[in-house]
Protein backbone atom coordinates (compact mmCIF):
# COMPACT_ATOMS: atom_id res chain seq x y z
CA UNK A 1 0.00 0.00 0.00
CA UNK A 2 1.74 3.28 -1.04
CA UNK A 3 1.21 6.68 0.73
CA UNK A 4 -1.45 7.84 -1.68
CA UNK A 5 -3.66 4.95 -0.35
CA UNK A 6 -3.04 6.56 3.39
CA UNK A 7 -3.98 9.83 2.39
CA UNK A 8 -6.82 8.92 0.67
CA UNK A 9 -8.13 7.14 3.79
CA UNK A 10 -6.94 10.19 6.23
CA UNK A 11 -9.15 12.46 3.86
CA UNK A 12 -12.16 10.03 3.88
CA UNK A 13 -12.20 8.80 7.36
CA UNK A 14 -15.67 9.90 9.12
CA UNK A 15 -13.67 10.73 12.56
CA UNK A 16 -11.82 13.53 12.48
CA UNK A 17 -7.95 12.93 12.13
CA UNK A 18 -5.14 15.69 13.21
CA UNK A 19 -1.52 15.39 13.38
CA UNK A 20 0.19 17.38 16.20
CA UNK A 21 4.34 18.02 16.38
CA UNK A 22 5.01 16.56 19.30
CA UNK A 23 8.08 19.25 20.18
CA UNK A 24 6.05 22.55 19.47
CA UNK A 25 2.57 21.16 19.88
CA UNK A 26 1.03 22.69 16.14
CA UNK A 27 -1.32 20.84 14.13
CA UNK A 28 0.73 19.50 11.06
CA UNK A 29 -2.07 17.70 9.34
CA UNK A 30 -5.73 17.97 9.57
CA UNK A 31 -8.42 16.03 7.83
CA UNK A 32 -12.11 17.44 6.52
CA UNK A 33 -14.22 15.77 9.17
CA UNK A 34 -11.83 17.56 12.03
CA UNK A 35 -12.07 20.77 10.12
CA UNK A 36 -15.64 20.56 10.10
CA UNK A 37 -15.87 18.85 13.81
CA UNK A 38 -14.47 22.17 15.52
CA UNK A 39 -15.84 24.41 12.52
CA UNK A 40 -12.71 26.05 11.11
CA UNK A 41 -11.65 26.46 7.63
CA UNK A 42 -8.29 24.25 7.35
CA UNK A 43 -6.22 26.94 6.56
CA UNK A 44 -6.69 28.04 10.18
CA UNK A 45 -5.40 24.82 11.67
CA UNK A 46 -2.37 24.82 11.69
CA UNK A 47 -1.58 28.12 13.24
CA UNK A 48 -3.76 26.60 16.21
CA UNK A 49 -2.96 23.51 19.16
CA UNK A 50 -5.54 20.85 20.69
CA UNK A 51 -5.59 23.93 23.54
CA UNK A 52 -7.56 26.23 21.35
CA UNK A 53 -10.37 23.39 21.04
CA UNK A 54 -9.83 21.34 24.19
CA UNK A 55 -12.35 23.15 27.39
CA UNK A 56 -9.44 22.31 29.38
CA UNK A 57 -6.51 24.50 30.94
CA UNK A 58 -3.43 24.60 29.06
CA UNK A 59 -2.23 21.96 32.31
CA UNK A 60 -5.13 19.99 31.40
CA UNK A 61 -4.07 19.58 28.25
CA UNK A 62 -0.61 19.00 28.72
CA UNK A 63 -1.62 16.00 30.79
CA UNK A 64 -3.15 14.65 28.22
CA UNK A 65 0.09 14.46 26.13
CA UNK A 66 2.11 13.25 28.98
CA UNK A 67 -0.53 10.24 29.75
CA UNK A 68 0.01 9.04 26.07
CA UNK A 69 4.41 9.51 26.69
CA UNK A 70 4.40 7.70 29.52
CA UNK A 71 1.51 5.14 29.71
CA UNK A 72 0.96 2.67 26.91
CA UNK A 73 1.54 5.29 24.09
CA UNK A 74 -2.24 6.00 23.92
CA UNK A 75 -4.85 8.30 26.10
CA UNK A 76 -8.07 7.35 25.17
CA UNK A 77 -11.60 9.95 26.93
CA UNK A 78 -14.41 12.27 26.58
CA UNK A 79 -13.90 16.15 26.40
CA UNK A 80 -15.39 18.91 25.95
CA UNK A 81 -14.60 20.29 22.48
CA UNK A 82 -15.14 24.19 21.95
CA UNK A 83 -15.92 24.66 18.29
CA UNK A 84 -15.60 28.24 16.37
CA UNK A 85 -17.82 30.72 18.19
CA UNK A 86 -17.40 29.06 21.39
CA UNK A 87 -20.01 26.10 21.30
CA UNK A 88 -19.00 23.42 23.57
CA UNK A 89 -19.75 20.03 22.22
CA UNK A 90 -18.94 16.33 23.65
CA UNK A 91 -16.15 14.26 22.03
CA UNK A 92 -14.68 11.26 22.39
CA UNK A 93 -10.92 11.74 22.57
CA UNK A 94 -7.98 9.18 21.31
CA UNK A 95 -4.47 10.74 21.14
CA UNK A 96 -1.74 8.35 20.21
CA UNK A 97 2.34 9.00 19.87
CA UNK A 98 3.59 7.70 17.31
CA UNK A 99 6.77 7.88 15.64
CA UNK A 100 7.71 9.48 12.48
CA UNK A 101 11.70 8.70 11.32
CA UNK A 102 13.54 10.91 14.38
CA UNK A 103 10.22 12.56 14.94
CA UNK A 104 7.81 12.11 17.78
CA UNK A 105 4.26 13.44 16.46
CA UNK A 106 0.59 12.87 18.75
CA UNK A 107 -2.17 11.60 16.34
CA UNK A 108 -5.53 12.63 17.50
CA UNK A 109 -8.72 11.24 16.90
CA UNK A 110 -12.37 12.69 17.87
CA UNK A 111 -15.66 11.58 17.47
CA UNK A 112 -18.82 14.00 18.25
CA UNK A 113 -20.75 11.95 20.41
CA UNK A 114 -23.15 14.65 21.60
CA UNK A 115 -26.12 13.30 20.37
CA UNK A 116 -25.35 10.16 22.50
CA UNK A 117 -25.03 12.50 25.70
CA UNK A 118 -27.96 14.31 24.87
CA UNK A 119 -30.50 10.97 24.55
CA UNK A 120 -28.69 9.56 27.68
CA UNK A 121 -29.17 12.29 29.75
CA UNK A 122 -32.80 12.93 28.78
CA UNK A 123 -33.29 8.73 29.46
CA UNK A 124 -31.65 9.48 33.17
CA UNK A 125 -33.92 12.24 33.50
CA UNK A 126 -37.09 10.18 32.14
CA UNK A 127 -37.88 8.36 35.33
CA UNK A 128 -36.28 6.14 38.04
CA UNK A 129 -38.78 3.25 36.04
CA UNK A 130 -36.93 4.25 32.72
CA UNK A 131 -33.46 4.27 33.93
CA UNK A 132 -33.75 0.89 35.76
CA UNK A 133 -35.43 -0.72 32.61
CA UNK A 134 -32.10 0.42 30.88
CA UNK A 135 -28.71 1.25 32.80
CA UNK A 136 -29.67 -1.09 35.73
CA UNK A 137 -31.22 -3.83 34.16
CA UNK A 138 -30.28 -7.24 34.34
CA UNK A 139 -30.31 -7.72 31.02
CA UNK A 140 -28.08 -6.60 27.72
CA UNK A 141 -29.93 -3.39 27.02
CA UNK A 142 -28.97 -1.24 23.60
CA UNK A 143 -30.64 1.56 21.90
CA UNK A 144 -29.87 2.61 18.43
CA UNK A 145 -31.12 4.67 15.42
CA UNK A 146 -32.19 3.71 12.08
CA UNK A 147 -29.55 4.87 10.34
CA UNK A 148 -27.59 2.15 12.64
CA UNK A 149 -25.81 4.90 15.23
CA UNK A 150 -25.93 3.13 18.81
CA UNK A 151 -26.77 6.00 21.25
CA UNK A 152 -26.90 3.91 24.58
CA UNK A 153 -25.39 0.43 25.41
CA UNK A 154 -25.99 -0.46 29.30
CA UNK A 155 -22.85 -2.07 31.59
CA UNK A 156 -24.66 -5.34 31.05
CA UNK A 157 -24.06 -5.34 27.39
CA UNK A 158 -20.13 -4.71 28.07
CA UNK A 159 -20.08 -6.89 30.68
CA UNK A 160 -21.17 -9.62 29.03
CA UNK A 161 -19.66 -9.38 25.28
CA UNK A 162 -16.72 -6.94 26.42
CA UNK A 163 -17.87 -4.08 23.88
CA UNK A 164 -17.77 -0.47 25.30
CA UNK A 165 -19.89 2.03 23.82
CA UNK A 166 -16.48 3.57 22.60
CA UNK A 167 -16.10 -0.50 20.62
CA UNK A 168 -19.40 0.03 18.59
CA UNK A 169 -20.38 3.23 17.76
CA UNK A 170 -22.61 1.72 15.09
CA UNK A 171 -24.55 -1.30 14.69
CA UNK A 172 -22.35 -1.89 11.22
CA UNK A 173 -18.87 -2.14 14.06
CA UNK A 174 -21.53 -4.65 16.45
CA UNK A 175 -22.60 -6.48 13.75
CA UNK A 176 -19.39 -7.13 12.05
CA UNK A 177 -17.31 -7.70 15.50
CA UNK A 178 -19.92 -9.96 17.25
CA UNK A 179 -21.74 -11.82 14.25
CA UNK A 180 -18.05 -12.57 11.38
CA UNK A 181 -19.03 -14.36 9.00
CA UNK A 182 -22.80 -14.07 9.76
CA UNK A 183 -23.52 -10.58 9.35
CA UNK A 184 -25.26 -10.64 5.95
CA UNK A 185 -27.71 -12.44 7.29
CA UNK A 186 -28.17 -10.19 10.34
CA UNK A 187 -28.06 -7.01 8.38
CA UNK A 188 -31.07 -8.49 6.61
CA UNK A 189 -32.92 -8.92 10.14
CA UNK A 190 -31.74 -5.24 11.12
CA UNK A 191 -33.48 -4.51 7.55
CA UNK A 192 -36.74 -5.68 7.87
CA UNK A 193 -36.73 -4.17 11.65
CA UNK A 194 -36.35 -0.89 10.27
CA UNK A 195 -39.24 -1.47 7.96
CA UNK A 196 -41.82 -2.58 10.69
CA UNK A 197 -43.71 -0.67 13.69
CA UNK A 198 -43.56 -3.70 15.60
CA UNK A 199 -41.16 -6.03 17.89
CA UNK A 200 -38.66 -8.86 16.33
CA UNK A 201 -37.59 -11.13 17.94
CA UNK A 202 -34.45 -13.57 16.93
CA UNK A 203 -33.37 -16.81 18.44
CA UNK A 204 -30.48 -18.38 19.08
CA UNK A 205 -28.37 -17.04 17.55
CA UNK A 206 -24.30 -16.84 18.00
CA UNK A 207 -22.57 -13.58 19.07
CA UNK A 208 -18.70 -13.87 19.50
CA UNK A 209 -17.31 -11.23 22.71
CA UNK A 210 -13.98 -9.32 22.28
CA UNK A 211 -11.91 -12.23 24.04
CA UNK A 212 -13.11 -14.59 21.09
CA UNK A 213 -16.31 -16.63 23.67
CA UNK A 214 -18.84 -17.62 21.72
CA UNK A 215 -22.07 -16.61 23.58
CA UNK A 216 -26.10 -17.91 22.60
CA UNK A 217 -28.26 -14.75 22.42
CA UNK A 218 -31.62 -14.25 22.05
CA UNK A 219 -32.86 -10.95 20.86
CA UNK A 220 -36.18 -9.12 20.95
CA UNK A 221 -36.28 -5.71 19.36
CA UNK A 222 -38.86 -2.59 18.75
CA UNK A 223 -39.37 1.25 18.11
CA UNK A 224 -38.56 3.45 20.94
CA UNK A 225 -39.16 6.70 19.71
CA UNK A 226 -37.47 9.13 18.17
CA UNK A 227 -34.18 11.41 18.31
CA UNK A 228 -34.49 15.30 18.35
CA UNK A 229 -34.09 15.30 13.74
CA UNK A 230 -36.69 12.39 13.93
CA UNK A 231 -34.89 9.43 12.91
CA UNK A 232 -36.51 6.96 14.62
CA UNK A 233 -34.93 4.93 17.79
CA UNK A 234 -34.95 0.94 18.58
CA UNK A 235 -34.65 -0.96 21.74
CA UNK A 236 -32.82 -4.32 21.44
CA UNK A 237 -32.99 -6.40 24.73
CA UNK A 238 -30.73 -9.35 24.71
CA UNK A 239 -31.16 -12.82 26.15
CA UNK A 240 -28.02 -14.74 27.06
CA UNK A 241 -29.09 -18.55 26.67
CA UNK A 242 -25.63 -20.03 26.68
CA UNK A 243 -26.01 -22.03 29.73
CA UNK A 244 -29.40 -23.44 28.74
CA UNK A 245 -28.35 -24.15 25.32
CA UNK A 246 -25.08 -25.79 26.70
CA UNK A 247 -26.95 -27.92 29.21
CA UNK A 248 -29.58 -28.58 26.23
CA UNK A 249 -26.79 -29.94 24.16
CA UNK A 250 -25.27 -31.88 26.38
CA UNK A 251 -28.69 -33.61 27.24
CA UNK A 252 -28.76 -34.53 23.61
CA UNK A 253 -25.32 -35.43 23.73
CA UNK A 254 -26.17 -37.75 26.81
CA UNK A 255 -29.33 -38.91 24.82
CA UNK A 256 -27.45 -39.80 21.34
CA UNK A 257 -24.63 -41.95 23.50
CA UNK A 258 -27.74 -43.76 25.68
CA UNK A 259 -29.42 -44.14 22.08
CA UNK A 260 -25.80 -45.70 21.08
CA UNK A 261 -25.81 -48.02 24.33
CA UNK A 262 -28.69 -49.04 23.44
CA UNK A 263 -28.22 -50.50 19.98
CA UNK A 264 -25.39 -51.60 20.85
CA UNK A 265 -27.41 -53.86 23.72
CA UNK A 266 -29.96 -55.00 21.07
CA UNK A 267 -26.87 -56.08 18.99
CA UNK A 268 -25.34 -58.04 21.19
CA UNK A 269 -28.73 -59.31 22.66
CA UNK A 270 -29.54 -59.92 18.84
CA UNK A 271 -26.08 -61.99 18.33
CA UNK A 272 -26.24 -64.20 21.46
CA UNK A 273 -30.03 -65.38 20.06
CA UNK A 274 -28.69 -65.80 16.97
CA UNK A 275 -26.12 -67.90 18.40
CA UNK A 276 -28.59 -69.64 20.44
CA UNK A 277 -30.77 -70.41 17.47
CA UNK A 278 -27.71 -71.87 15.74
CA UNK A 279 -27.30 -74.02 18.66
CA UNK A 280 -30.58 -75.39 19.00
CA UNK A 281 -30.48 -76.33 15.28
CA UNK A 282 -27.42 -78.03 15.20
CA UNK A 283 -28.27 -80.06 17.85
CA UNK A 284 -31.52 -80.96 16.23
CA UNK A 285 -29.62 -82.77 13.58
CA UNK A 286 -28.62 -85.21 16.01
CA UNK A 287 -32.76 -85.96 17.46
CA UNK A 288 -34.13 -89.15 15.55
CA UNK A 289 -37.73 -88.34 17.39
CA UNK A 290 -39.81 -86.10 15.71
CA UNK A 291 -41.77 -84.97 18.37
CA UNK A 292 -38.22 -83.57 20.03
CA UNK A 293 -36.97 -82.16 16.71
CA UNK A 294 -40.50 -80.05 16.49
CA UNK A 295 -39.77 -79.16 20.10
CA UNK A 296 -36.43 -77.81 19.21
CA UNK A 297 -38.10 -76.45 16.20
CA UNK A 298 -40.55 -74.01 18.10
CA UNK A 299 -37.87 -72.94 20.63
CA UNK A 300 -35.96 -71.56 17.65
CA UNK A 301 -39.01 -69.84 16.58
CA UNK A 302 -39.71 -68.50 19.67
CA UNK A 303 -36.15 -66.86 20.12
CA UNK A 304 -36.39 -65.76 16.36
CA UNK A 305 -39.52 -63.78 17.88
CA UNK A 306 -37.70 -62.29 20.08
CA UNK A 307 -34.65 -61.32 17.81
CA UNK A 308 -36.61 -59.61 15.64
CA UNK A 309 -37.48 -57.59 17.61
CA UNK A 310 -33.76 -56.23 18.85
CA UNK A 311 -32.80 -56.67 15.38
CA UNK A 312 -35.63 -53.65 14.71
CA UNK A 313 -34.57 -51.86 17.61
CA UNK A 314 -30.54 -51.75 16.01
CA UNK A 315 -31.90 -49.87 12.97
CA UNK A 316 -34.90 -47.72 14.50
CA UNK A 317 -34.55 -44.24 14.93
CA UNK A 318 -35.62 -44.78 18.67
CA UNK A 319 -33.97 -47.78 20.34
CA UNK A 320 -36.30 -48.05 23.53
CA UNK A 321 -39.86 -48.12 21.21
CA UNK A 322 -40.60 -50.27 18.29
CA UNK A 323 -42.82 -49.76 15.81
CA UNK A 324 -45.78 -52.67 16.62
CA UNK A 325 -47.49 -52.85 13.64
CA UNK A 326 -43.98 -53.10 11.46
CA UNK A 327 -42.79 -55.70 14.02
CA UNK A 328 -46.15 -58.15 14.23
CA UNK A 329 -46.41 -58.18 10.45
CA UNK A 330 -42.82 -59.35 10.15
CA UNK A 331 -42.91 -62.04 12.40
CA UNK A 332 -46.55 -63.12 11.24
CA UNK A 333 -44.69 -63.29 7.74
CA UNK A 334 -41.87 -65.42 9.41
CA UNK A 335 -43.77 -67.70 11.23
CA UNK A 336 -46.11 -68.71 8.20
CA UNK A 337 -42.88 -69.16 6.05
CA UNK A 338 -41.85 -71.56 9.09
CA UNK A 339 -45.05 -73.50 9.68
CA UNK A 340 -47.00 -73.11 6.28
CA UNK A 341 -44.97 -72.69 3.56
CA UNK A 342 -48.10 -73.29 1.36
CA UNK A 343 -50.06 -70.21 1.80
CA UNK A 344 -52.38 -70.93 -1.02
CA UNK A 345 -55.87 -71.40 1.07
CA UNK A 346 -54.44 -69.30 4.10
CA UNK A 347 -56.07 -65.78 4.56
CA UNK A 348 -54.29 -63.06 7.09
CA UNK A 349 -55.95 -60.62 8.33
CA UNK A 350 -54.00 -57.89 10.73
CA UNK A 351 -55.60 -54.51 11.87
CA UNK A 352 -52.50 -53.38 13.98
CA UNK A 353 -52.36 -49.71 15.15
CA UNK A 354 -49.38 -47.73 14.47
CA UNK A 355 -47.90 -47.75 17.56
CA UNK A 356 -44.53 -47.04 19.73
CA UNK A 357 -44.37 -50.00 22.71
CA UNK A 358 -41.78 -50.51 24.58
CA UNK A 359 -39.49 -53.55 25.18
CA UNK A 360 -41.21 -54.40 27.98
CA UNK A 361 -44.46 -54.91 25.75
CA UNK A 362 -43.34 -55.58 22.89
CA UNK A 363 -41.59 -59.30 23.81
CA UNK A 364 -44.60 -60.86 25.24
CA UNK A 365 -47.01 -60.04 23.53
CA UNK A 366 -44.51 -61.11 20.15
CA UNK A 367 -44.54 -64.08 21.48
CA UNK A 368 -48.09 -64.36 22.39
CA UNK A 369 -48.77 -63.84 18.76
CA UNK A 370 -45.89 -66.69 18.13
CA UNK A 371 -47.31 -69.23 20.21
CA UNK A 372 -51.42 -68.29 18.92
CA UNK A 373 -50.73 -68.49 15.11
CA UNK A 374 -48.34 -71.09 15.18
CA UNK A 375 -50.81 -73.13 17.01
CA UNK A 376 -53.36 -72.11 14.24
CA UNK A 377 -51.05 -73.21 11.63
CA UNK A 378 -50.31 -76.85 13.23
CA UNK A 379 -53.66 -77.46 14.81
CA UNK A 380 -56.70 -75.46 13.56
CA UNK A 381 -56.89 -76.24 10.18
CA UNK A 382 -57.09 -80.17 9.54
CA UNK A 383 -59.87 -80.17 7.59
CA UNK A 384 -60.28 -76.28 6.32
CA UNK A 385 -60.22 -75.58 2.89
CA UNK A 386 -59.60 -71.86 3.14
CA UNK A 387 -58.50 -70.88 6.58
CA UNK A 388 -58.30 -67.50 8.50
CA UNK A 389 -56.22 -65.79 10.52
CA UNK A 390 -56.95 -62.69 12.24
CA UNK A 391 -55.00 -60.32 14.27
CA UNK A 392 -55.85 -56.94 16.21
CA UNK A 393 -54.09 -54.53 18.07
CA UNK A 394 -55.00 -51.16 19.87
CA UNK A 395 -54.51 -48.88 22.52
CA UNK A 396 -57.54 -46.88 23.75
CA UNK A 397 -57.11 -43.15 24.99
CA UNK A 398 -57.17 -44.56 28.82
CA UNK A 399 -54.37 -46.18 27.84
CA UNK A 400 -55.97 -49.54 27.54
CA UNK A 401 -54.25 -52.45 25.38
CA UNK A 402 -55.89 -54.83 23.83
CA UNK A 403 -54.90 -58.18 21.52
CA UNK A 404 -57.18 -59.93 20.04
CA UNK A 405 -55.74 -63.24 17.54
CA UNK A 406 -58.49 -65.94 16.04
CA UNK A 407 -58.91 -68.21 13.13
CA UNK A 408 -61.75 -69.67 11.66
CA UNK A 409 -61.14 -73.17 12.57
CA UNK A 410 -61.68 -76.61 14.88
CA UNK A 411 -60.93 -74.45 17.88
CA UNK A 412 -59.45 -75.67 21.03
CA UNK A 413 -60.31 -79.33 22.61
CA UNK A 414 -63.40 -79.83 24.87
CA UNK A 415 -62.74 -79.41 28.15
CA UNK A 416 -59.36 -77.59 28.06
CA UNK A 417 -58.68 -76.02 31.82
CA UNK A 418 -56.80 -72.61 30.67
CA UNK A 419 -56.09 -72.23 34.19
CA UNK A 420 -53.82 -74.83 34.05
CA UNK A 421 -53.74 -75.48 29.79
CA UNK A 422 -51.60 -78.85 29.28
CA UNK A 423 -49.62 -77.30 26.47
CA UNK A 424 -46.82 -75.24 26.75
CA UNK A 425 -47.84 -72.54 23.95
CA UNK A 426 -51.01 -72.27 25.45
CA UNK A 427 -48.97 -72.06 29.23
CA UNK A 428 -46.97 -69.83 27.64
CA UNK A 429 -49.74 -67.05 26.51
CA UNK A 430 -51.11 -67.35 30.19
CA UNK A 431 -47.98 -66.37 31.54
CA UNK A 432 -46.80 -63.67 29.34
CA UNK A 433 -50.23 -62.34 30.02
CA UNK A 434 -49.75 -62.43 33.66
CA UNK A 435 -46.13 -60.96 32.95
CA UNK A 436 -47.98 -58.04 31.40
CA UNK A 437 -50.67 -57.85 34.37
CA UNK A 438 -53.48 -58.45 31.91
CA UNK A 439 -56.68 -60.56 31.12
CA UNK A 440 -56.91 -63.48 28.79
CA UNK A 441 -60.12 -64.39 27.53
CA UNK A 442 -60.92 -67.63 24.99
CA UNK A 443 -64.21 -66.23 22.70
CA UNK A 444 -66.50 -67.81 20.55
CA UNK A 445 -67.46 -71.67 19.58
CA UNK A 446 -66.41 -71.35 16.02
CA UNK A 447 -62.43 -71.04 15.93
CA UNK A 448 -60.20 -70.07 18.61
CA UNK A 449 -59.99 -66.22 19.32
CA UNK A 450 -58.07 -65.08 22.15
CA UNK A 451 -58.17 -62.11 23.57
CA UNK A 452 -55.65 -60.13 26.28
CA UNK A 453 -56.32 -56.80 27.75
CA UNK A 454 -53.99 -55.01 29.50
CA UNK A 455 -52.07 -51.19 30.76
CA UNK A 456 -49.18 -50.13 29.54
Same mark, same amino acid.
Given at each position: MNENFFQTVFEQAAEGIVLIDGASRYLLEAN???????????????????????????????????????????????????RQGGTLIDVELRLS?????????????????? !????????????????????????????????????????????????????????????VR?????????????????? @????????????????????????????PAGTLPDERRLFITIAMDVTAGKRTENDLKAALREKDNMLR??????????? =?? !??????????????GAQEFFKES?????? !?????? !???NSGNPARIDFNEY?????????????????????????????VSLEIAVPCGLIIHELVSNSLKHGFPDVKNGMISIDFDCDEAGLYTLVVGDNGIGLPRGLDMEAPATLGLSLVTTLAKQ???? =??????????? @?????G
Open positions: KAFAELVGYPEELLFSMTLNDFIDLSPVGVERLYNQALTGKGQYVGEVKCRLIHYGEKELFCVFMRDIT !MYRRVEKDLLEAGGRFRQAVFAAPLPIMIHAEDGLVVVVNSEWTKRTGYAFKDIPTIDAWKAFGTDSASMFEKLGFLY @KTETACTYEDLSVTTSNGEKLVWNFCSAEVHLRAKNNMQ =VI !MSLLNLQSRYLNNPQERVRA !MVLIHE !MLCARSLVGGIISAYSPNQSNLQVEMRISRIALQGV =VEFIGTSGTVC @KISFR
